[in-house]
């Protein structure tokens, strides 16, 4: 995946490229953290940058009138964004390390809550979840490792690859379409989204796209 030209977002310090190319070049639309907050201290885990195929806006036509504060707000917009037939590419940088057996787990119990809630958690959805904390397992997260979920637009898959410095980059694939989809809706969930600074973010974002 390639980064082309100078361009870069800092988000919380760190660079981002503006253009991902993928198969084809997509756009840094939306980026935020995670983080916490524990007696009054914020703790930043990871930085995240959006990535979106700028034919996604044609995909959203009904939300043309809407402000980003109401679009942060609407889960049937995100819902429309993540069913939208198109290339999305998440990437994720650590900024506080931790092992990737502790991100394994997190992103497994969200995944699965939600597809247990809606009734879609059976033994695929299970083996496919196995799968990814299996990768995540080994892995160690040091500062400025970097996660990407790369969703085509033809295919409900992904392709997750960690990089860490010195390393060798390692992926695995993802083919069970609910854990596919409830992966994108970790990040991208709207309300329900794990980083609410890269929702209202997007939301900004793709509300000024849709008023062009």
Known sequence: MGAVGSEVVLV???PFPSVITTSKP???LGHGITDIEIHFLQIKFTAIGVYLDPETVGHLQKWKTKKGTELAEDDDFFDALISAPVEKFLRIVVIKEIKGSQYGVQLESSV???????DKYEEEEE???????EFFQSKYFKKDSIITFHFPATSPTAEIVFTAEGKEESKIKVENDNVVETIQKWYLGGTRGVSPSTISCLANTLSAELAK
Request: glycine share 0%; aromatic share 0%; net charge negative.
């Open 12 to 14: 919380d310090e760190i």
């Open 26 to 28: 997509l756009a840094l």
């Open 112 to 118: 699965r809550d939600r597809l247990a809630a809606d």
């Open 127 to 133: 083996e496919a979840l196995e799968k990814i904390v």
